[in-house]
């Protein structure tokens, strides 16, 4: 059976992408479990922001890595680490939440990651940008509460499968709320306060930016 270090030589030598996606797929449980011990507390692949941020430190340690530094796992244990800790200087008050802040962002930019998880992003935030939403603000205004945000997270599956609202999502850059709460008899209070939430969750969906998905479910969970 083939080990992880040759799985890691075979994906450098052969720049096998689908086979580096499911390295850190298969490894989601490890990097919830260094992150959680980085934190001293229990960290949430769906709802948690250091999540990402030690997703991208294992993908930048399968980058650097190289034969002969011995077991791959202390090392990318090493990256996490030093990773989360740039993170928590950078965000000493920053809370749970599913949404891109900048300091991932800056962390795309700025390390060798998976180039598909670098276009959906980049095409993320200039998508947003264009309902004047940033980054920052959608952090900051996103649902704190695991039911709202799997409530939020529906409404804007359901309105993105629907051309009409998409048709004047994507043409007046705003969301016709008085509209979807008729069709769908939904919470104007919740679709008002979270809009900008739902519009992002309806970009990612209507752009169809699969590695996007995977931050907004946890594992074994689905979006469409």
Same mark, same amino acid.
């Given at each position: ?29 490890f990097i %919830?479990?260094? +992150?959680? =011990? ?9 709802? $948690? !922001?250091?999540? @990402? ?6 993908d930048e ?19 996490i680490s030093?990773?989360? %800790?740039?993170? +928590?200087? =950078? ?9 891109? $802040? !900048?300091?991932? @962002? ?31 603000? %959608? ?86």
């Amino acid at each position: 059976m083939e080990t992880l270090e040759q799985k890691l030589l075979h994906i450098k030598e052969t720049d096998d992408k689908a086979l580096r996606n499911q390295v850190i797929t298969d490894y989601q449980p490890f990097i %919830l479990s260094e +992150i959680s =011990k980085k934190l001293g507390r229990y960290v949430r692949s769906e709802t $948690d !922001e250091a999540f @990402i941020v030690g997703m991208l430190a294992f993908d930048e340690a399968i980058t650097r890595y190289e034969e002969g530094r011995g077991k791959f796992l202390s090392f990318a244990s090493l990256v996490i680490s030093s990773r989360i %800790l740039d993170y +928590i200087k =950078k965000n000493k008050s920053y809370n749970n939440t599913v949404v891109l $802040d !900048e300091t991932i @962002i800056d962390n795309v930019v700025d390390n060798s990651v998976d180039e598909h998880l670098k276009d959906d992003m980049t095409i993320f935030v200039e998508m947003l940008a264009k309902f004047k939403i940033d980054v920052e603000t %959608l952090a900051d205004t996103s649902p704190k509460h695991e039911d709202t945000r799997k409530e939020t997270t529906k409404l804007g599956i359901t309105f993105s499968q629907d051309q009409p609202v998409v048709e004047f999502l994507y043409s007046k850059f705003r969301l016709p709320i008085t509209k979807v709460v008729k069709r769908y008899r939904c919470s104007k209070k919740t679709v008002e306060r979270f809009k900008q939430y739902i519009i992002a969750v309806m970009v990612i969906m209507i752009e169809e930016l699969d590695t996007m998905k995977n931050f907004l479910v946890g594992k074994g969970q689905s979006l469409e």
